[in-house]
């Protein structure tokens, strides 16, 4: 079965470096995301991605962050001069259509990229 | 605002004995999404079921089922004949198709099977 491929599984930077997250979605998928995940605490949603540029944002996603589809296959997300407080686990996930609508339209998440900053 | 609300943090069950984790939840969209995810100790997110808010049945997917009452808000997972894999944190989401349609995640209840 097709999955949502996450690099590096665990990511240590010092504090103000810039990291980037990597995804490869499922092939056929059409709608990108990225969520995270502060440890001990609910999934937040950051953005979604679709036809090359951001269909929607939190409050989270602020000028810190950044995603960009630099091929046909992957999905970034950039974090610049990163804080203590982005230490968490980040989802990519991918979903065929808009997610929600209509029966089956799950995302499908990758396992996580686990970020720590010192 | 849509707002998902999971009231267990943590729920303990025998093996082999059935379980229900419980999710409420709160829109004003008539058209919308919920979804039951599984979160094992080593991080994934896996989808188990899904159902539609105009679905007629409850949903489905092998040991899964979701009892969804549409005019109490709830939409509980039914986990059957629990297996020590079981143990993991359940969360609980909700799409809508009108205005922001990303889902929203509750924060999750703690599941142990015992053996």
């Known amino acids: 079965e097709p999955e949502v491929t996450q690099t590096p599984s665990h990511q240590v930077t010092q504090m103000g470096q810039e990291v980037i997250l990597r995804c490869v979605p499922i092939?056929?998928?059409?709608?990108f995301y990225w969520y995270r995940q502060i440890l001990g605490q609910k999934v937040e949603f950051l953005v979604s991605f679709y036809n090359n540029e951001i269909s929607e944002k939190s409050e989270i996603f602020d000028d810190q962050f950044s995603v960009e589809r630099p091929d046909g296959s992957n999905f970034t997300l950039k974090i610049r001069s990163t804080k203590l407080e982005d230490s968490a686990m980040y989802f990519c996930a991918s979903s065929e259509r808009r997610a929600g609508t209509g029966r089956n339209q799950p995302q499908h998440f990758g396992d996580g990229t686990r970020l720590s900053i010192l | 605002a849509q707002k998902i609300t999971q009231t267990q943090p943590g729920m303990f069950v025998q093996e082999k004995e059935a379980v229900t984790l419980d999710c409420t939840y709160d829109t004003s969209d008539p058209s919308y999404g919920l979804f039951w995810y599984k979160q094992p100790s080593s991080g994934e997110m896996i989808f188990l079921i899904y159902q539609g808010s105009y679905d007629q049945q409850n949903a489905t997917e092998g040991r899964y089922s979701l009892n969804f009452q549409k005019a109490r808000k709830s939409a509980n997972l039914v986990i059957s004949a629990s297996q020590l894999g079981d143990s993991a944190m359940y969360f609980c989401?909700?799409?809508?198709?009108?205005?922001?349609?990303?889902?929203?995640f509750g924060r999750g209840t703690s599941l142990i099977v015992h053996p």
């Open positions: 092939s056929n998928h059409l709608y």
């Open positions: 989401a909700m799409s809508q198709s009108g205005g922001s349609y990303i889902p929203t």
